[in-house]
């Protein structure tokens, strides 16, 4: 009798303490991209057969919290549009369900431009009339073929919503001191004009049921060459616009619509953001700061990121354009965009001292480095370019190509979903807005990672190897523990069920 009691409570206490190791143990959801073929495929088996020691250790710590998520997205563009509109009925749809639906990559922050760019097809502008101080003849008529049906189906298939940001790349001629599309600044005496021009047009896409979250005072206001549109300021210049015209102005039409200063390389944002935060009189109407990533095909600027954060650390910070530029699509080849073959603007026209920021890369590398970079150095949101492009990478009046995550053959109604997008979407789909940046200690210098806690308490966690070994960690939060497999050239979002 005595043996059998023995072996009965040995067997109650081990089954306690595997109840316990059970319990100490995180349940996760694992999705991946990766060179190997996957594309945001939830994994099935990503158990590890190493011992401990060969184990990444990565500690999520979510009691130290960092910037608040404003969303991940791309942009509305008359290329985009017009594309969308050549299509068939079905691809339309699968096109904006992908990006915008439940099943999709559950886009919640936008951009689309005011009057022309290079990604539209021919220039033009809501303000035609030369003179018209008043813009008696302000219409957005360019945008009712394509734009604003675009917007409008992705707000049909948004359960979440998402945020519009716009912004001009530059006034129209007759307001500039040049008369031309590109390069050339404000005239003065239309200061108050072109603020008016923007509450004019909050006003006109309101009465299209499309509420505009905020602008940019003007894309790449250091210019871009002698190319496609364009209007200069210095930093003060732009400064003191918004402080005298376009903040007092939305400020009484519009004043919860936010407004970004700068909006070009990171290399830059110092001397903007301290004219922009000088003080409380510049500041006041500086809702926070828009950044592009085209200084460099590998550095995110670190320094200048945080420099600008801790100048304002109340502000945004958004990454409102990218995209792999100076380049023509390749056409249904998943594994060039893991290759180091992709060039930039740079690689033939940056001046010599600032080639070596200029290597060849993999896009996928790029795209998933950046957005990790960025998160991990306070920007709190991150968008992409243009959402669809042709296989030509267009259309576009400059002819300036470029590849967007999702290409099409309008000519024969085909799709091809990169694997950019899926790239996008472990970011989008799994931290949503007012998620909560948090800190992640990673013993591998060779994984990148970024974690975020969302509203509802859940946490998503983005992994990147970028090289050709398997790695394999062991994920840890509040004393519990998960050990996964990570591929070579590989993406996952670890979505945490138990936390």
Not at 126 to 149: M, N
Not at 439 to 464: R, Y
Request: proline share 4%.
């Amino acid at each position: 009798m005595k043996i059998f009691k023995y072996i009965f409570y040995s067997f109650i206490s081990f089954m306690i303490l595997s109840c316990d190791i059970q319990e100490e143990k995180l349940v996760v959801e694992v999705y991946e991209t990766s060179k190997s073929g996957n594309k945001l495929t939830k994994l099935e088996d990503y158990s590890v057969e190493v011992n401990n020691d060969q184990l990444s250790k990565v500690v999520l710590k979510p009691t130290e919290e960092r910037q608040t998520i404003t969303g991940f997205g791309g942009s509305f563009t008359e290329s985009a549009a017009y594309l969308l509109n050549k299509l068939s009925a079905t691809n339309r749809a699968k096109i904006i369900e992908a990006y915008f639906g439940e099943s999709g990559a559950k886009y919640s922050l936008t951009r689309t431009h005011m009057n022309s760019c290079d990604f539209s097809l021919s220039q033009y502008s809501y303000a035609p009339v030369e003179g018209d101080k008043t813009l008696e003849h302000f219409s957005i008529e360019e945008d009712k073929d394509d734009i604003i049906p675009m917007i409008k189906d992705a707000m049909k298939v948004s359960k979440d919503g998402f945020k519009i940001l716009s912004s001009p790349w530059t006034a129209s001629p007759w307001m500039k001191d040049n008369n031309n599309w590109v390069g050339g600044k404000l005239l003065p005496e239309y200061y108050d004009t072109w603020a008016l021009f923007f509450s004019k047009y909050v006003s006109a896409y309101k009465n299209e049921g499309i509420d505009i979250w905020g602008f940019t005072v003007g894309n790449e206001p250091l210019g871009n060459g002698n190319n496609w549109e364009s209007m200069h300021y210095t930093p003060d210049e732009m400064t003191n616009f918004v402080q005298n015209h376009l903040g007092p102005k939305l400020k009484t039409d519009y004043p919860n619509v936010k407004i970004l200063g700068y909006d070009q390389n990171r290399e830059h944002l110092k001397e903007w953001v301290d004219s922009q935060f000088r003080n409380e009189v510049n500041s006041k109407y500086f809702d926070g700061t828009a950044i592009h990533w085209y200084a460099s095909t590998f550095h995110y600027f670190p320094e200048e990121l945080q420099y600008a954060h801790h100048k304002a650390p109340n502000k945004y910070l958004i990454q409102s354009e990218a995209c792999i530029d100076a380049e023509v699509p390749k056409w249904k080849d998943d594994e060039w965009y893991w290759k180091k073959e992709a060039t930039d603007w740079g690689w033939d026209w940056a001046p010599e001292q600032d080639k070596h920021m200029h290597p060849k890369y993999a896009p996928v590398d790029r795209y998933a480095r950046d957005i990790i970079g960025c998160l991990n150095n306070y920007v709190d949101g991150w968008i992409d370019w243009n959402m669809v492009l042709n296989k030509q990478g267009g259309p576009n009046w400059f002819k300036n190509w470029c590849i967007a995550p999702v290409i099409v053959d309008e000519e024969n109604d085909e799709v091809y979903f990169t694997p950019l997008y899926y790239t996008l979407s472990h970011f989008s789909k799994f931290i949503r807005p007012e998620a909560k940046v948090i800190a992640v200690e990673n013993s591998d210098k060779d994984l990148m990672i970024t974690a975020a806690k969302n509203k509802d308490g859940s946490i998503a966690v983005v992994l990147f190897n970028e090289t050709k070994m398997r790695k394999n960690i062991a994920l840890t939060l509040k004393g519990q523990n998960v050990e996964i497999h990570v591929k070579p050239q590989s993406i996952q979002t670890i979505k945490l069920l138990n936390n």
